[in-house]
């Protein structure tokens, strides 16, 4: 199939991409294109104007901001993947990044059109909200929010259609900080069938686990990482984890489970690793 018939703009600035947002009713921006592009296609996704965002200069910023890097939304998975040893406390960030997809799609991919797309088995949603990142939006009134409340469940984010996602800050492990991240795939380059990241960090009292890959967004397994914490590896038997996912996510099936319970094993496995 190809795509229905639409109208298409590069706006010269935010301001611009904003304007025409506001005034196109059924208006969808375009970054990488990678989700996009193929909803096109098949014709899922039908808007009357795409406003292509993919040149803005102020999305591609990656800056120190301290305490956290700053990130452009039109940044690229592959821009970030060759930052390896660049980003110190955001190491996470090049791992992640180099495990999405293919080389191609990573070369398009953007991490503000990941998090926008909020497709369950994405790898950002979940690194993000373990990371502790924010999402910074642009429009006729700035706001930030973290990504566990920016993310509303499977495709569904609290972006309005006149807002524009501009940076994401990502907060920096300090040198004792710790983090892992594990997903499966049916092959390499597919989506996961179970995900999860873990990130702890002694110097800013950081402990978190989120599990992905559901019917929904991320989910948070609160009282597992803060028993991690405290207890080191002891809290992270099987059995532990299992109790936790039971108590925490019950409408997972027997299959669902045991993949969930040997995602975040392996995962908390990278972080007690030497």
Known sequence: MKAAQFDYLRPNDLGDALAALTKAEGAKLLAGGQSLGPMLNLRLARPSLLVDIS??????????????????????HA???DMRGLLPGGEMLCEVAAAIAYRSVRNRGTIGG?????????DWPLALAALGASVNIHGPTPRSMLVPRFIEGAFTTALAANEIIETIDVPKLSRTGRYGFYKFCRKTGEFAEASA????????GTARIFLGALRGAPRPLASLA???AKQGQSAASTEAISQALSQ??????VIEHDMAVAAVTRTLMQVFAP
């Open 226 to 228: 803060q028993d991690v």
């Open 55 to 76: 040149r803005l200069e102020s999305l591609q910023q990656l800056k120190d901001t301290g305490r956290a890097w700053r990130i452009g939304a039109g940044v690229t």
């Open 114 to 122: 990941s998090l926008a797309h909020a497709d369950p088995a994405g």
């Open 79 to 81: 821009r970030l993947e």
């Open 248 to 253: 925490t996510i019950g409408d997972l099936d």
């Open 197 to 204: 990241a873990a990130v702890f960090d002694p110097e800013s």
